[in-house]
Nanobody, 128 residues
Framework: QVQLVESGGGLVQAGGSLRLSCAASGRTFSNYAMGWFRQAPGKDREPAATISRNGRYTYYVNSVKGRFTISRDDAKNTVYLQMNSLIPEDTAVYYC?????????????????????WGQGTQVTVSS
């Protein structure tokens, strides 16, 4: 089992920044690709950003490219999502995800199907 605990969500004005953190425990962190999925009200869950086990490869959904940066610190068993230039359309519950291997980076599942572990989610609200 892998336990994932997110933090860092909140309310921010458009143009502002937030950094999400996800602390993992329970299994060897470096065996897992990590990612951030998000689900806005009335919409399906989508992969926002994912990062490979070795940290060399990343995926970003088009709408966040150039604004969001995903990173991982294996010494701290933590993955981060730095979100800059936030817009109201970024408002969603953000979920941390862990998946054995690198499929989540090479071919991110559109709604998170098949992901091994999920966090409980953290709310991000961007006001206009």
């Amino acid at each position: 089992q892998v336990q994932l605990v997110e933090s860092g969500g909140g309310l921010v004005q458009a143009g502002g920044s937030l950094r999400l953190s996800c602390a993992a425990s329970g299994r060897t962190f470096s065996n897992y690709a990590m990612g951030w999925f998000r689900q806005a009200p009335g919409k399906d869950r989508e992969p926002a950003a994912t990062i490979s086990r070795n940290g060399r490869y990343t995926y970003y959904v088009n709408s966040v490219k150039g604004r969001f940066t995903i990173s991982r610190d294996d010494a701290k068993n933590t993955v981060y999502l730095q979100m800059n230039s936030l817009i109201p359309e970024d408002t969603a519950v953000y979920y941390c995800a862990a998946d054995l291997g690198d499929t989540m980076v090479l071919k991110p599942p559109s709604v998170g199907t098949g992901i091994d572990y999920w966090g409980q989610g953290t709310q991000v609200t961007v006001s206009s």
